[in-house]
């Protein structure tokens, strides 16, 4: 069983930036690739991002490529993501989320085992 909960959302101008965390508790946290996905008003769930067990592999929704960078620091039980040149079609709710499987790719949703509560992101223009 892994628990995660976010924090570091907020409200911030376009252009800005954000670093979002997930801790994770329980003693499984390396056992798991960990991924990010958002939900914005009116709209479906969607991947963000996605880094291995051990951090040496990220995948990115190419929307996001180039601004986001994920990370995890397994000694903390943690993950984050860091939002850089944020744009108001950022604003969402954003979700880490934690799956057994290590597979290099994996952006859909069921295959996620564990799930946070979501943290709020705002961007104005």
């Known amino acids: 069983q892994v628990q995660l909960v976010e924090s570091g959302g907020g409200l911030v101008q376009a252009g800005g930036s954000l670093r979002l965390s997930c801790a994770a508790s329980?003693?499984?946290?390396?056992?798991?690739?960990m991924g990010w996905f958002r939900q914005a008003p009116g709209r479906e769930r969607e991947f963000v991002a996605r880094?291995?067990?051990?951090?040496?592999?990220?995948y990115y929704a190419d929307y996001v490529k180039g601004r986001f960078t994920i990370s995890r620091d397994n000694a903390k039980n943690t993950v984050y993501l860091q939002m850089n040149r944020l744009k108001p079609e950022d604003t969402a709710v954003y979700y880490c989320?934690?799956?057994?499987?290590?597979?290099?790719?994996?952006?859909?949703?069921?295959?996620?085992?564990?799930w946070g509560q979501g943290t709020q992101v705002t961007v104005s223009s």
């Open positions: 989320a934690a799956d057994v499987s290590d597979s290099y790719i994996e952006t859909r949703m069921h295959e996620y085992e564990y």
């Open positions: 329980g003693r499984t946290f390396s056992s798991h690739a």
């Open positions: 880094i291995s067990r051990i951090g040496f592999t990220t």
